[in-house]
Nanobody, 118 residues
Framework: QVQLAESGGGLVQPGGSLRLSCAASGNIFNIYNMGWYRQAPGKQRELVARITSGGNINYADSVKGRFTISRDNAKNTVYLQMNSLEPDDTGVYLC????????????WGQGTQVTVSS
């Protein structure tokens, strides 16, 4: 089992910044992809950004140029730097970790609330 612990959410004004962190613990061998999803009220859960163990990165179109995902493999931690935040970025941000090759297990964190409002 892999446990994921997110931190860094909060309330920020439009145009502000936040940095989310997600630390993996437990059976952390063979974790490849890590990423961030968000769940907004009344909307489907969507992928925000994903990073592979090799450093390949994907972003949702809505966050390109504003958000940056990074990863510290030594600390088993993934980060999401969010700049120029907009009200539509509001939601619960959930960290994910994919473990295994062939048969992959996906683990989810509990989520951290991000609210962008004036």
């Amino acid at each position: 089992q892999v446990q994921l612990a997110e931190s860094g959410g909060g309330l920020v004004q439009p145009g502000g910044s936040l940095r989310l962190s997600c630390a993996a613990s437990g059976n952390i061998f063979n974790i490849y992809n890590m990423g961030w999803y968000r769940q907004a009220p009344g909307k489907q859960r969507e992928l925000v950004a994903r990073i592979t163990s090799g450093g390949n990165i994907n972003y949702a179109d809505s966050v390109k140029g504003r958000f940056t995902i990074s990863r510290d493999n030594a600390k088993n931690t993934v980060y999401l730097q969010m700049n120029s935040l907009e009200p539509d970025d509001t939601g619960v941000y959930l960290c994910t970790a994919d473990q295994g090759v062939g048969i992959v297990s996906r683990y989810w964190g509990q989520g951290t609330q991000v609210t962008v409002s004036s």
